[in-house]
């Protein structure tokens, strides 16, 4: 990845996707597609040039978004900050086009794995579903997960969350942010993560976080990772998201799919693709 930002007009409102860097994920195969059947899997991965049993790592790049709506700076997530080697670029980033990290006033946090909730952005709203924070508060069983990996994660949210505690804003339902910013129940990944529907001009933007981690996630929906907290309900807020974008037209942003992570959705019969911008 060499670009650092990619800019766009959503009716009135001035978008930027921003890169936050890259993260290299071990066992690919088992983090992402747990339970998929090997046959089915190959031939998904195939048109990404990756073979199954082959497939060692997989590099994920990270990208936030920010929007501009005339009077308030929207950013959907913070990134890793100092939490992992390869990320944490956001803030450097936002500066170099100009735009100074004080001068965002709302952060929109989908969920709080450690990758979303990293930099400090002082002057800003920071705005999470309760049933979120509830679950990082306590400690959460994750029980899909290896003991190595759920350890590494708690370490890590745990490390981030007393930063956050005084400011967060908690919020019990789909909630309308801002004119034209409207947050939807999207929980699965995590048991209160969250989307964002950013609309102007009868235009919208579906902002979803890690609804999707990876394009096959689309084309195969009822494929949960290992990260997924509640499965089910993952796959049922895929489903949902994907007949919404193609419903409206949406363009749709997530959050580890290749820079700059922005694209629409095609319906095919009984599945769906990504189409990258
Ligand atoms: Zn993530």
Not at 14 to 28: E, R, S
Not at 67 to 72: F, I, M, P, R, Y
Not at 108 to 118: E, F, Q, T, Y
Request: proline fraction near 8%.
């Amino acid at each position: 990845m060499t670009a650092t930002y990619y800019e766009f007009k959503l009716g009135r409102f001035d978008c930027l996707a921003v890169a936050d860097g890259q993260h290299v994920y071990q066992d690919p195969g088992a983090l992402l597609f747990p339970h998929a059947p090997k046959d089915l899997l190959a031939r998904a991965l195939a048109p990404y040039g990756k073979d199954p049993d082959k497939w060692r790592e997989w590099t994920s790049d990270y990208t936030c978004l920010l929007v501009d709506t005339g009077s308030h700076r929207v950013l959907m997530d913070m990134g890793a900050g100092s939490t992992l080697p390869g990320a944490g670029h956001l803030k450097k980033n936002l500066r170099a086009l100009g735009i100074d990290p004080e001068t965002i006033d709302m952060v929109l946090i989908s969920h709080a794995h450690p990758d979303h909730i990293g930099s400090v952005f002082p002057n800003a709203r920071l705005v999470i579903q309760d049933r979120e924070w509830a679950f990082w508060n306590t400690t959460p069983a994750l029980p899909r997960l290896s003991p190595e990996m759920r350890s590494m994660l708690i370490r890590a949210v745990d490390g981030r969350l007393p930063a956050l505690s005084g400011r967060i804003e908690q919020i019990s339902k789909e909630t309308r942010i801002l004119p034209g910013i409207q947050t939807l129940d999207a929980r699965g990944h995590t048991p209160g993560h969250m989307a964002v529907s950013v609309t102007s001009s009868g235009r919208e933007l579906l902002y979803a976080g890690d609804a999707f981690l990876h394009p096959v996630h689309m084309a195969h929906p009822k494929w949960s990772a290992a990260v997924d907290v509640i499965p089910k309900q993952a796959v049922s807020t895929r489903q949902r998201l994907l007949a919404r974008a193609v419903a409206r037209d949406s363009l749709v942003f997530c959050f580890h799919f290749p820079f700059p992570g922005l694209g629409r959705v095609r319906e095919m019969g009984e599945t769906w693709q990504w189409v990258p911008v």
